[in-house]
């Protein structure tokens, strides 16, 4: 009976003097959400052709498809059907992606969490998630009078419809604002097909709407101090406006306007450093919470 009491005593002990020495809770860092590389269906090959909007679209009635080709002519449904010649894809098989210019992956941007890239000359947009093409599409930019300045932003206020500066009769659905004071944002609008906008990023609702969902707002102090900036957008590149459509050399050379990682890493370097510190702000906020 001895024995066992000293047993258990021994054993109480032992559990005390462990308990003791645990080290103290501490507070876990962020930890960062590496995006896996999206699975995507290559198409058997990327080649184009013309043919005649009305008879193209009276034979294809697949959304799939009619996304492809809108996007492959930089424009919406109805300003397609408008159209008289459209470039279409010989293999509508594949997905998005593959018919527009920005690269897959980046790995230059491999520590940036979010960043929305637009191109001026190729009128599309790429958004990225740790230097992983998550989103891409079609874009109609300032147009020759009221070019969209190119640059460093950050998103700021969002509104699922407001009214433009430019002209009060005139509704804006989904619009991300990027630039304050002088009113330039990207959200829906109708797209012709070439830049034709007062110098924001028109896109297509299904597009406006997912960047809209998922870039991120400022945080504001009080009422006019920025506490933290929303996701960062990079415009870069320039359109020719007195030429043709840039596009439509996807014909002969259907990687014409491909635009390597190279080039991406090339508009975001002199920015890079800042980005992470603002990136690093938002998670001091984060971890405040």
Request: hydrophobic residues 35%; positive net charge; contains cysteine.
């Amino acid at each position: 009976m001895r024995i066992i009491k000293i047993t258990i005593l021994l054993l109480v002990t032992i559990f005390c003097f462990s308990r003791c020495h645990q080290p103290k809770e501490t507070k876990q860092p962020l930890v960062k959400n590496k995006s896996t590389p999206k699975k995507r269906i290559a198409p058997a090959s990327i080649g184009y052709h013309f043919e005649k909007s009305k008879t193209w679209l009276k034979k294809n009635a697949a959304q799939q498809q009619q996304n492809i080709v809108q996007a492959v002519n930089r424009t919406d449904s109805s300003h397609l059907a408008k159209m008289d010649s459209i470039l279409i894809p010989n293999d509508l098989s594949g997905d998005l992606e593959y018919y527009l210019p920005f690269p897959f992956s980046v790995p230059y941007l491999k520590d940036i969490k979010k960043v929305i890239f637009f191109s001026y000359a190729a009128q599309s947009f790429g958004a990225y998630e740790w230097g992983e093409l998550t989103y891409t599409g079609q874009t109609n930019m300032g147009r020759k009078t009221d070019p969209t300045p190119t640059g460093l932003y950050y998103t700021n206020w969002k509104a699922e419809k407001t009214t433009s500066t430019f002209n009060d009769e005139w509704d804006l659905r989904w619009n991300f604002n990027i630039e304050n004071k002088l009113g330039i944002g990207f959200h829906q609008y109708e797209l012709p097909g070439y830049p034709a906008s007062h110098s924001c990023l028109r896109l297509t609702e299904k597009d406006a709407k997912y960047l809209y969902d998922w870039a991120d707002q400022w945080i504001l102090e009080g009422k006019d101090s920025v506490k933290v900036m929303g996701t960062p957008v990079i415009v870069f590149g320039s359109y020719d406006f007195n030429g043709p459509k840039p596009w439509l050399q996807l014909v002969n050379n259907p990687h014409v306007l491909d635009i390597p990682a190279a080039v991406i890493q090339q508009q975001a370097m002199p920015f890079l450093q800042e980005i992470i510190n603002e990136q690093a702000k938002r998670d001091a906020v984060a971890e405040e919470k």
